[in-house]
């Protein structure tokens, strides 16, 4: 498996334009995060899904942040309009779902490469 | 809710010394998951260790141990055989075995090791 796919690696946009962030995780987890990480405030947890369906969006922002996952195998971070503020790095990680053959791996999130999202 | 703190913002070890990295948690749980995650300057993260809290045995992959003291919520990391390839970001993490937060990982701010020849 590649593991968790995040594109595109790098970003960097100009105040006020839409940002958008992809994510793929790995086949078979259906468990879904976005994390962003600053200097800051470190990691944080912005909003997690379980079976394409919104769980906890207790960590988004904003309003101008929005977060999709219309399937299994794809997701997305928007950000409308951007600010200089939302400069960071944003990770997509993803979990199996517990139970027999995956108890093992019950408790562990493999993360994608991040995006270095820089707002100018 | 729980918090991890690590008080350690920068540490350094000689390679081939032990170094121990320190982390701190609070919860009112009895019942969770503490993990170790390394990042290095590609800033991938990665798993390094993991202990589950109902488990008295610490942790130990290969040159990666633990020293996991429940009553006073604390695990720590001990690196053994300090390499440059070591040289990174590690975060202590939480998470939860409740079913409303089960899948919720609650960070340390970090401690960035440095290993010099």
């Known amino acids: 498996d590649a593991g968790v796919i995040q594109s595109p690696r790098h970003e960097v946009t100009e105040m006020g334009q839409e940002v958008t962030l992809r994510c793929k995780p790995i086949s078979g987890h259906d468990y879904l995060f976005w994390y962003r990480q600053t200097m800051m405030r470190g990691l944080e947890l912005l909003i997690y899904?379980?079976?394409?369906?919104?769980?906890?969006d207790s960590g988004m922002p904003e309003d101008r942040f929005s977060a999709k996952m219309p399937n299994a195998s794809f997701s997305t971070l928007k950000i409308q309009p951007s600010e200089p503020r939302d400069s960071a790095v944003y990770f997509c990680a993803s979990s199996p779902p517990p139970g027999a053959g995956a108890a093992l791996f019950y408790n562990e999130q493999f993360f994608g490469p991040g995006t270095r999202l820089t707002v100018l | 809710a729980q918090t991890v703190t690590q008080s350690q913002p920068e540490m350094s070890v000689q390679e081939a010394e032990t170094v121990t990295l320190s982390c701190t948690y609070d919860t009112s749980e009895s019942d969770y998951y503490l993990f170790w995650y390394k990042q290095p300057p590609s800033r991938q993260m990665i798993l390094v260790i993991r202990q589950e809290a109902y488990k008295q045995q610490n942790a130990t992959e290969n040159r990666f141990s633990v020293n996991f003291q429940k009553a006073a919520k604390s695990f720590s990391l001990k690196i053994s055989d300090s390499q440059l390839g070591d040289a990174a970001m590690y975060f202590c993490?939480?998470?939860?075995?409740?079913?409303?937060?089960?899948?919720?990982?609650?960070f340390g701010t970090g401690t960035r090791l440095q290993v010099t020849l």
């Open positions: 899904f379980n079976n394409n369906v919104p769980i906890d």
């Open positions: 993490a939480y998470r939860s075995t409740n079913t409303g937060t089960a899948s919720k990982l609650t």
